[in-house]
């Protein structure tokens, strides 16, 4: 059976463009009518702090679709961060926030969740935020933590995965509809 995976990036978490890491548990603030304009699936998933409008379909929470934890930095300006720490939290994809989750962490959690998805049904909806969308697209190529580095998902975009025998990358970071 073929299946198709469409994994929406939820908005960025605000302060984000201002360079503030959100505070642990943020919800986005989704658009007007932003759960109209989600493809048809038959299962959606989404992480736990996702609050979804009344009278859309049933959402699964799933904590392995939370953004990654960044411990003591959340909600913190990265002005204020060491450095020294910062470069390594950007240069290398085993380093952790204090108390918080690498990109390691982040890329094995979302695979396990991927490779753990039932063959049925043929259509799932997938609502995270993009570094999530991320991980599971580069879970899906049978990549490392060092590409999350070099992929870009953007906020609102759709990235879509096929499963034939495997998962595959079949789009990344299109627009929506």
């Given at each position: 059976?073929?299946?198709?995976l469409?994994?929406i990036?939820?908005?960025?978490?605000?302060?984000?463009?201002r360079?503030v890491?959100?505070?642990?548990?943020a919800a986005?603030?989704?658009?007007?009518?932003?759960?109209a304009?989600?493809?048809?699936?038959?299962?959606?998933?989404?992480?736990?702090t996702?609050?979804?409008?009344?009278?859309a379909?049933?959402?699964e929470?799933v904590?392995?679709?939370?953004?990654?934890d960044?411990g003591?930095?959340?909600g913190?300006s990265?002005k204020?961060?060491?450095?020294?720490?910062?470069?390594?939290?950007?240069?290398?994809?085993?380093?952790?926030p204090?108390?918080?989750?690498?990109r390691?962490?982040?890329?094995?959690?979302?695979?396990i969740?991927?490779?753990?998805?039932?063959?049925?049904?043929?259509?799932?909806l997938?609502?995270?935020?993009?570094?999530?969308?991320r991980?599971?697209a580069?879970?899906a190529?049978g990549?490392?933590?060092?590409?999350m580095a070099?992929?870009?998902?953007a906020?609102?975009?759709?990235?879509?995965?096929t499963r034939?025998?495997?998962?595959?990358?079949?789009?990344?970071?299109?627009?929506?509809?």
């Open positions: 059976m073929n299946q198709t469409t994994c990036a939820l908005p960025a978490p605000d302060g984000l463009n360079g890491i959100p505070a642990r548990d986005p603030i989704l658009p007007a009518g932003f759960m304009r989600l493809p048809p699936a038959e299962r959606l998933f989404a992480p736990p996702l609050s979804t409008d009344a009278g379909a049933t959402c929470a904590p392995a679709l939370n953004a990654a960044m003591a930095w959340h913190l990265l204020t961060l060491p450095p020294a720490d910062l470069a390594r939290w950007v240069g290398e994809s085993g380093f952790a204090p108390g918080g989750e690498s390691d962490s982040l890329l094995r959690r979302a695979g969740w991927l490779a753990t998805l039932p063959a049925t049904p043929a259509r799932m997938v609502l995270a935020d993009a570094t999530v969308i991980a599971l580069i879970a190529l990549g490392d933590g060092a590409m070099r992929l870009d998902i906020p609102l975009t759709r990235t879509v995965l034939h025998a495997t998962w595959r990358l079949a789009t990344s970071s299109a627009p929506l509809p």
